[in-house]
């Protein structure tokens, strides 16, 4: 069995940051996923899917997301329910994230720093967690590691690489 969505869309407002009793942070928000086509009146349309993240995704999506920012998420679905105050049993269905990546720079938003129309490198730091021991929390090591140089700068000169070095 599979449980994996992966979205990128705008946040439709900032994030809300809360604590459990315990002490974990949990971050809620809502992402609108544009769809791939138009409605009846021409104009295109959007799903307005609810986020929840926990830990310590939770406080970097707080301090780094803001509204109208656009965001990829990788999570699973998850579907909750209760009991509200008039005794009707109500049913929720949200996104558990464990993986948040900024796609773009808060700069880019506010109309500095963008030329020619490329898309940049968010400054703030692209981040997966809470969950999934395996995966690791290094998705953005090329910047911690900037000081070595790269092996395949060759200014456009052949490498020299053995039949041996090669694993197939």
């Known amino acids: ?15 809300e940051l809360r604590y459990t009793p315990a002490g974990v942070a949990v971050t809620q928000f809502t992402l609108a996923v544009d769809r791939n086509f138009t409605g009846q009146n021409g104009e295109r349309e959007a799903d ?7 830990r310590q995704l939770a406080e970097t999506c707080a301090n ?8 990829a998420v990788e999570g699973r679905i998850q579907v909750r329910n209760y009991e509200n105050n ?3 049993r109500v049913y929720v269905t949200e996104v558990i994230a464990d993986n948040v ?3 773009e720079s808060s700069q ?6 963008t030329s020619s129309g490329a898309s940049s490198m968010p400054e703030e730091p692209a981040y997966g967690g809470g969950g ?3 995966r690791g929390n290094n998705n953005n ?8 140089q790269d092996p395949f700068s060759g200014d456009g000169k052949p490498i020299d690489i053995s039949d041996d070095d090669l694993p197939f």
Do not use: H
């Open 1 to 15: 069995m599979l449980n994996r969505i992966i979205l990128i869309g705008r946040l439709t407002r900032d994030p």
């Open 101 to 103: 990546r900024f796609l």
């Open 86 to 88: 008039e005794g009707k």
């Open 64 to 71: 780094y997301l803001r509204k109208g920012r656009l965001t």
């Open 141 to 148: 090591n090329f910047s911690r590691n900037n000081n070595t």
């Open 48 to 54: 307005f899917i609810p986020v929840v993240t926990w």
């Open 132 to 134: 999934n021991a395996g």
């Open 108 to 113: 880019s938003r506010e109309g500095g720093n």
